[in-house]
């Protein structure tokens, strides 16, 4: 359990910093704030229009993780 906890610890940082520069790269796109000037809420964007194109890299990133932890 410990060694777990200490690689999830380690591994989590590479994959976190590559999303938020994702998150921040859509955030910029005409879509997101066009539906943020006609009064969207953070929820509503982030599920609606940020989530669907960032949950691919996120699975991808996630199967990388795995085998950098396993190996």
Same mark, same amino acid.
Request: aromatic share 6%; glycine share 6%; no cysteine.
């Given at each position: 359990?410990?060694?777990?906890?200490?690689?999830? =610890?380690?591994?989590?940082? !590479?994959? %976190?910093?590559?999303? !938020?520069?994702?998150?921040?790269?859509?955030?910029?796109?005409?879509?997101?704030?066009? =539906?943020? +000037?006609?009064? +969207?809420?953070?929820? !509503?964007?982030?599920?609606?229009?940020?989530?669907?194109?960032? %949950?691919?890299? =996120?699975? +991808?990133?996630?199967?990388?993780? +795995?085998?950098?932890?396993?190996?």
């Amino acid at each position: 359990l410990t060694t777990v906890l200490v690689i999830g =610890a380690v591994i989590w940082a !590479r994959p %976190a910093r590559i999303l !938020r520069s994702q998150v921040i790269k859509a955030r910029e796109y005409q879509h997101v704030t066009a =539906a943020r +000037a006609m009064g +969207a809420t953070g929820f !509503r964007v982030g599920t609606r229009h940020l989530l669907p194109r960032l %949950a691919p890299l =996120a699975a +991808a990133q996630f199967v990388r993780a +795995a085998n950098v932890s396993v190996m």
